[in-house]
């Protein structure tokens, strides 16, 4: 994650004032890498909140090279067939109850209709834009 953030820094413009969160996941098996920038987050059907902690981070505003990882990176192990979102700001800054994205993802037939829902939830929420979600669902052994 630090070098891709260095390297999206290395790619702007000179004297780009753009700034961005972002998350990623790294699926391997039962194992769960997950790096949050900014206030993107990943969230687990059924758990009550997000898994990373918010953080004032921005791809743009500063290098990640000597930032303590545990700030914006962890894992965890998730059981098979367990669906994990992985949201813009657009999703955790529009809806106002969070626990409602893991009710959504433990409530939905399938990763498609998931990924639907919590993007209609922010729209209902007054999102305009950066709403992003990516849903999956598959085996863990995978």
């Not at 979102?85 to 433990?106: C, E």
């Not at 498609?112 to 709403?131: H, K, P, S, T, Y």
């Amino acid at each position: 994650m630090v070098r891709l953030a260095a390297d999206v820094l290395a790619a702007l413009p000179k004297g780009s004032r753009s700034r961005s969160c972002l998350v990623l996941a790294a699926l391997r098996g039962e194992s769960v890498e997950l790096a949050s920038i900014g206030d993107s987050n990943a969230f687990v059907a059924g758990a009550a909140n997000g898994l990373a902690s918010e953080n004032s981070l921005l791809i743009g505003k500063e290098p990640l090279a000597g930032v303590r990882a545990e700030l914006f990176h962890l894992r965890f192990t998730r059981a098979d067939g367990e669906r994990i979102a992985l949201v813009s700001d657009g999703i955790t800054n529009f809806i106002p109850d969070r626990s409602l994205i893991p009710r959504l993802l433990a409530e939905s037939p399938s990763d498609l209709a998931a990924a639907r829902a919590i993007a209609e939830a922010a729209l209902d929420g007054g999102a305009g834009d950066n709403v992003a979600v990516a849903a999956f669902a598959g085996r863990a052994g995978v």
